[in-house]
């Protein structure tokens, strides 16, 4: 499975509540949909199932908006 | 004269129509366009059937049309009541109907949520800010840009404005209801307290349903500054938002300690540039001492301030603290400030000697008209006065225990609630909970009080979850050390884990609720 994939998923069952399938350039973070309790869920998943460390300064907006942009980050850290 | 809150944005709009009013990451309005669009929102209001005194509920996350809610609300002469949007669906049921709201403003995003609200709720009768195919009407903003702008209705100073409502410790949240004359009284006085500027740029971090939005939100356009809005996603992640403060050269901050603690343990405030801000104002809670220091120390150019009041009261005292905290003592809460008198009474309402600790009482200007449909809680939250001209003053009992020092400053002490009566004796329910967390054992505990008995006396209840289980025998020999008998827990109730509330604070109102149930 690829990364967008994996991401998705895990989005879809452990971290929102509704049956509405999320697209990967969906918006998470800027309308409260992953609310702050679910965002560090979500950074601890990333950097445990890709295995990267993710520095303070890497946990801003610009990476973890939508699954396109935790995909980039995540490629740009493995490569 | 201004004597409503909207009248700012129409004021600002003529001195300064292109200056920036809100802005929340790339989208902006300037007093021109919000007073453009508030009035175009009240048209499109009224033509809801929203009349005067009217309350219209705002189901916004943090976004920059929160403003514009406000303003067209207000504009149409309407009180506008926030609703959390994150809140669960039976809440938010309750505050629609509690209000008798009719209309909500809201954003597309908020579709998942509201669908549910909208199937189940027969009250509400439109919503503007998103187009879908529902039972109940909805209204685009597409739609509210082809309204012609209408005039405000009369109105008086002390018309309501707003409802913000409170959890508080026991019972249903309450609604505080504020008037225009209340709300107004706040942007003056902290106009003047931090002599904000049309140059200033204030940065807002708290939702609308918290009071500490009032500062970005109405002092920022009485004095027409420019008022920034954090998004959700700044504030969840603080490396974000430390780079928001520096990138918007924010002059203003004001938020929960909690906020700058994160910014802090980031470890990225070290690389910004925060050279603009001037003033970083606090409140809510306590900041630990030492982390205000470290955080202090990393800007030493700007000033800090502790502000404290309850809800009902928005603000009512401050304190500039002249070095970064010298001890580990807590900070004070300072001195009152204008327009605002206190009383500090002792549990037979008289009033305490100076240095002697009590509740402290509030009477100002930017005090609460009472609970929204409340009666019985707004009389229980009054103290009647009688003053030296023989005229009653009402005052709000803020169940805050205060002490005032010998340099006239103001010490918080704790909760009245926090702070019980059990067999004749008083007892410091944190002081319960810091002794028991002493055992290596115990991973949490919550200390409450409940009625027990034909003679409603107070019993100590504690909800405990534990690293290794210990019988609770063996562990009220440990405490018999440290507590006296009677400020040991009488009921114990296990938990794996103990609940929390949305705000990552132990739940104590589901521990009491569950151990009256018991």
């Known amino acids: ?79 | 004269m201004t004597y409503l809150l909207h009248q700012n944005i129409l004021q600002q709009a003529e001195r300064a129509p292109h200056h920036v009013a809100f802005r929340c990451g790339r989208e902006q309005y300037t007093y021109g366009e919000l007073a453009h669009k508030m009035q175009q929102l009240t048209a499109a209001l009224q033509d809801q059937g929203v009349e005067r005194g009217d309350r219209v509920g705002i189901f916004l996350h943090r976004c920059i049309e929160t403003a514009l809610a406000i303003y067209g609300i207000l504009h149409t002469g309407a009180v506008y009541v926030p609703i959390d949007p994150s809140l669960p669906e039976e809440r938010v049921r309750f505050l629609i109907q509690d209000c008798d709201i009719q209309i909500l403003i809201s954003h597309p995003s908020q579709a998942r949520r509201l669908r549910g609200i909208v199937e189940g709720e027969e009250k509400l009768l439109a919503i503007i800010g998103l187009e879908k195919n529902w039972t109940i009407p909805t209204i685009g903003w597409e739609a509210v840009w082809q309204y012609l702008p209408a005039a405000a209705p009369r109105q008086l100073e002390t018309d309501l404005a707003y409802i913000l409502y409170t959890s508080g410790s026991t019972g249903l949240p309450k609604g505080v209801m504020h008037t225009h004359y209340s709300g107004l009284c706040y942007a003056r006085l902290t106009a003047q307290l931090w002599e904000l500027q049309p140059t200033d740029i204030i940065g807002n971090h708290a939702p609308i349903f918290f009071d500490i939005s009032t500062l970005g939100y109405f002092t920022g356009p009485f004095v027409g500054a420019t008022t920034i809005i954090s998004s959700d996603a700044h504030v969840m992640l603080p490396t974000s938002l430390a780079k928001l403060i520096e990138q918007e050269e924010v002059t203003i901050w004001y938020s929960v300690p909690l906020a700058l603690i994160q910014i802090l343990q980031s470890g990225t405030l070290p690389q910004l540039d925060w050279s603009a801000l001037r003033w970083l104002i606090y409140a809510g809670e306590p900041f630990p001492p030492g982390q205000l220091r470290a955080l202090m120390e990393l800007i030493p150019n700007t000033r800090v301030s502790n502000a404290y009041g309850p809800t009902e009261t928005n603000q009512c005292t401050y304190y500039h603290l002249p070095t970064p905290p010298l001890e580990d003592t807590p900070v004070p809460i300072g001195y009152l400030w204008d327009n605002t008198e206190m009383l500090i009474l002792n549990d037979e309402d008289g009033q305490v000697s100076t240095g002697e600790m009590g509740e402290l009482l509030i009477r100002s200007g930017t005090m609460m008209k009472g609970y929204w449909n409340n009666p019985e809680r707004t009389q229980q939250s009054f103290y009647q006065h009688n003053s030296a001209s023989g005229l009653r003053h009402t005052f709000y009992r803020t169940g805050d225990l205060v002490q005032l020092d010998e340099h006239g400053l103001l010490h918080l002490l704790g909760r009245k609630d926090r702070q019980i009566k059990t067999r004749g004796y008083r007892v410091e329910l944190d002081e319960v909970e810091v002794a028991i967390l002493t055992h290596p054992q115990v991973k949490e505990v919550a200390v409450f009080a409940n009625v027990s008995g034909k003679d409603e006396s107070k019993v100590l209840v504690a909800a405990i979850s534990w690293e290794a289980e210990l019988p609770i025998p063996e562990l009220k020999t440990f405490l018999r050390k440290k507590l006296p008998v009677y400020a040991i827990p009488v009921e114990w109730i296990n938990y794996p884990e103990l609940p929390r509330t949305p705000n990552g604070k132990i739940d104590r109102k589901l521990l009491r609720e569950v151990a009256l149930y018991k």
């Open chain 1, 1 to 79: 499975m690829d990364i967008k994939d994996t991401l998705i998923q895990f989005i879809q069952n452990d971290l929102i509540d509704d049956d509405q399938p999320i697209s990967s350039n969906e918006d998470l973070l800027t309308t409260g949909l992953i609310d702050s309790v679910r965002v560090m869920q979500l950074v601890n998943f990333v950097g445990e199932t890709f295995t990267i460390e993710i520095a303070p300064e890497d946990m801003i907006i610009d990476n973890f908006i939508s699954v396109d942009a935790i995909s980039a980050y995540v490629a740009s850290k493995k490569s």
